[in-house]
Structures are given as C-alpha cells and as structure tokens.
C-alpha cells in the first residue's frame, strides 16, 4: 500500500496569504495525484487532478505541482472560504489512498 | 444536475448487516467507474471500493475484503454496498462518487454499536 504523508498537519494563516502544502508518497504515483478541499459536515470537493489539472470551476488561486513522489499545492491570496482540511490522494495503484489531511486554520 | 443521493445508513449491532444506495442523476451512469468512499469521526478519507462501468471487474480496500460487496444496477442508475459482519471500526460516513472523483454525493452515516 503507498502510504501518503503531507505536511504540516495543520496551517495558521491569514486572509491574502499564500499557502503552500506539501504531500508525499512512499513511491512513485507519477502525477496520479488529487487534491480535496472538506469543509465541516461536507463531502470532499475535487480541486486538482493529474496533479495539476483544476476540476471543473475551481478558481485559478489553487494550483497543484509535482510528479512521482513530491507534490504540492498552493493557494495564492487566501480568502476566508479557503479556509479547511486538504486531502492529497493517489489513484495509481490500488488501494487508493489518501494523506491524513492538512488543515488550514485562522 | 449532475448529482449522487446515498441512503440505507443507521444504526447496526456489531456483527449486523447493512445496504447503501446510491442514486445517480443527471449523467450516463453506465458510463463510469464508480466508487464508495468512508470516513470515521473525525478521521480521514478511506478508499473502500470500485466497480467498472459493467460490474466485471471490482475492488475492495482489505479491511471490508470478504464483507463488501460493491454492486450497480445501469438500468436504475443505484450503486450498491452490501455490508455483512460489521465491526465498530466500520463506524462512518459512506460516500458514494464517481471514479472520476468529480462528483461526491453528501453521505449517508453508518454506526456500528451495541
């Protein structure tokens, strides 16, 4: 199983910041990588695919970078909405497995 | 609209059994690989199951291996997950979603209690 790692568990930002959060694999998952946004008492929200590809309406302040086992995303001029737990997850082998979650916090 | 409407969560004895739902609308159903996905209070995402777009072919995480079974009926457009021999660990929210991941129905809770 390809155990995901990101870092740091949790952010204290501030709106208009930019953010950078990091995810790890325990081996190469090429660039099958997705990022979630979770809000509390909501379903994930798809923000990147393929590693960098934003999903359908997700603003041009989230970007996604990386390929085999390093990746990142970032937020440029956090808004208060952005504020929530992010999920890097891997879909190149099975079981697809996610990252404990990154959250970003006031 | 595009949306996933899951059903059939409660409260179970350890040991019982449960069926969810999913009911999919607004897209070709048939057309997609489609996955169930839990997670525990306050816990992270777990990737429990897939079906291809026919049945032929699935996958189980190991922890519901030989308790979970996935299913899909194309001409209802409803996804199923069978769970037999449910454990306290099995306690969660249970999405269902696309394989695609784009698209996540709002869940429906599962609680495994005595």
């Known amino acids: 199983e390809i155990v995901m790692t990101q870092s740091p568990a949790t952010l204290s930002v501030s709106p208009g910041e930019r953010v950078t959060l990091s995810c790890r694999a325990s081996?190469?998952?090429?660039?099958?990588l997705a990022w979630y946004q979770q809000k509390p008492g909501q379903a994930p929200r798809l923000l990147i695919s393929g590693a960098s590809t934003r999903a359908t309406g997700i603003p041009v302040t989230f970007s996604g970078s990386g390929s085999g086992t390093e990746f990142t995303l970032t937020i440029i001029s956090l808004r208060s909405e952005d504020f929530a737990v992010y999920y890097c997850?891997?879909?190149?082998?099975?079981?697809?497995?996610f990252g404990q979650g990154t959250k970003l916090e006031i | 609209e595009v949306q996933l409407v899951e059903s059939g969560g409660g409260l179970v004895q350890p040991g019982g059994s449960l069926r969810l739902s999913c009911g999919a609308s607004g897209f070709t159903f048939s057309d997609y690989w489609m996955s169930w996905v839990r997670q525990a209070p306050g816990k992270g995402l777990e990737w429990v199951a897939n079906?291809?777009?026919?049945?032929?072919?699935?996958d189980y995480v190991d922890s519901v291996k030989g308790r979970f079974t996935i299913s899909r009926d194309n001409a209802k457009n409803v996804l199923y997950l069978q769970m037999i021999g449910l454990r306290a660990e099995d306690t969660a929210v249970y999405y269902c979603?696309?394989?695609?991941?784009?698209?996540w129905g709002k869940g429906t809770t599962v609680t495994v209690s005595s």
């Open positions: 997850q891997q879909y190149n082998n099975w079981p697809y497995t």
């Open positions: 081996q190469s998952v090429s660039t099958n």
């Open positions: 079906i291809k777009q026919d049945g032929s072919e699935k």
């Open positions: 979603t696309r394989a695609s991941r784009d698209v």
